[in-house]
């Protein structure tokens, strides 16, 4: 029997929450499981297969978490979600394997069981949390809160053809922050929380206070001042670092209509549930 399911794509950080805040969107990457007697993996490209195979890796970590025998799948991916950076695409296949597994187990799992699997392979769950439950979700030492967010927010990804490599963006931040920069962070950051619940187009601009990652983030993105001006005069209230890049993140009271260059626009809505069947 073939079972079918879908992981959103997801956005972390939003601009003043470092390593803290993720959301979910209604972009998707779509599975298809059977059982075969031998692995196969069909719509991957083949470094998601041979070099890091995050699905496998975490379809097994799953199977040694309930001490269950790891059953060979047949899997085929329709891939939506970019893969140049800052959408989760890796998170997606951490999610998914250890989503497959549970499915094939009779839904031996729950989702805070999948997260903490998930969290064990990927240590960052600002994409991982998201991806899982859905919706605005704020990390706190591994615990999850889900955030009510206004339906009246337009939210655009802005997508790149080339890949920052993650832990380089990690490197360029600066290892200590002043106490202006931290009070800078925390209040903007409540205030922004506020401002996504209550729809408040004033103080949403204060998504785009962070002091901690996006100054020196922003030097790997090619020309990102230049888009970022172009998203405020479109019509965007706000323009952030999706992740750690390269794709960026725009928050507007309607969808926008971006003229195309060298990137592609998307408007999106937010994904309320997380990984789901289908």
Excluded at 43 to 58: A, V
Excluded at 64 to 77: F, R
């Amino acid at each position: 029997m073939t079972i079918k399911f879908k992981v959103p794509a997801t956005s972390a950080n939003l601009g003043i929450g470092f390593d803290c805040m993720g959301i979910a969107f209604n972009l998707y990457n779509f599975f298809e499981i059977k059982e075969a007697n031998n692995w196969i993996f069909e719509g991957f490209i083949e470094e998601e297969i041979k070099k890091n195979n995050l699905f496998l890796k975490s379809y097994l970590k799953a199977a040694k978490y309930k001490k269950i025998k790891a059953k060979p799948l047949l899997v085929k991916l329709k891939s939506n979600i970019p893969m140049c950076g800052g959408l989760g695409s890796s998170s997606s296949l951490i999610v998914a394997g250890i989503y497959a597994f549970n499915l094939i187990n009779n839904n031996c799992l729950n989702k805070d069981e999948i997260f903490k699997i998930a969290l064990s392979i990927e240590k960052h769950p600002d994409n991982i949390a998201p991806a899982i439950y859905g919706g605005l979700c704020i990390i706190n030492n591994n615990e999850i809160m889900k955030i009510k967010i206004s339906n009246k927010w337009h939210f655009g990804l802005w997508i790149f053809n080339y890949y920052i490599n993650t832990e380089k963006a990690r490197n360029i931040i600066k290892k200590e922050i002043s106490i202006d920069d931290a009070v800078n962070n925390v209040s903007s950051a409540l205030f922004v929380l506020k401002a996504l619940e209550d729809f408040d187009i004033a103080n949403i601009k204060k998504i785009m206070n962070d002091k901690i990652h996006e100054p020196y983030r922003k030097k790997l993105i090619k020309k990102f001042n230049i888009y970022k001006k172009m998203a405020l005069q479109n019509g965007a209230l706000a323009f952030v670092i999706s992740g750690s890049g390269s794709a960026c993140l725009s928050i507007s009271d309607k969808d926008l209509s971006i003229k195309e260059n060298d990137f592609k626009y998307i408007n999106v809505k937010i994904d309320k549930d997380g990984v789901r069947n289908v």
